[in-house]
């Protein structure tokens, strides 16, 4: 069965950091690549990053360039979303996703990969 959980969510100040994780089950992480989005309430569901199977390749939103970092591990079934400099337009349930294929692909802003598992997601809430 796959799975996939994120952790790491919480609530924090503006200009603070988290680190988000993505556990992946039921699947071979080494072949997908991974994406991270976000929804906050009354809005449409944006990606923010990507990272890609092979090579490793990332992509990013414009909106979080310089402040978000997606890494992965597959020898341990988990992608990372690091958030510094965290703003209150930050703040939303984010979720990860995979089975989409190998490669991160970007046309103008917007992941086209069909992603075939999600995972619930974590809430991020910055405030002070």
């Known amino acids: 069965q796959v799975q996939l959980v994120e952790h790491g969510g919480g609530l924090v100040q503006p200009g603070g950091s988290l680190n988000l994780s993505c556990a992946t089950s039921?699947?071979?992480?080494?072949?997908?690549?991974v994406g991270w989005f976000r929804q906050a309430p009354g809005k449409e569901r944006e990606e923010v990053a990507c990272?890609?199977?092979?090579?490793?390749?990332?992509w990013y939103a414009d909106s979080v360039k310089g402040r978000f970092t997606v890494s992965r591990e597959n020898a341990k079934n988990t992608v990372y979303l690091q958030i510094n400099n965290l703003k209150p337009e930050d703040t939303a349930v984010y979720h990860c996703?995979?089975?989409?294929?190998?490669?991160?692909?970007?046309?103008?802003?917007?992941?086209?990969?069909?992603?075939?598992?999600w995972g619930q997601g974590t809430q991020v809430t910055v405030s002070s």
């Open positions: 990272i890609s199977s092979n090579n490793g390749r990332t």
């Open positions: 996703a995979a089975e989409g294929g190998p490669l991160c692909i970007e046309v103008r802003g917007t992941l086209v990969m069909h992603f075939g598992s």
């Open positions: 039921g699947f071979t992480l080494d072949y997908y690549a």
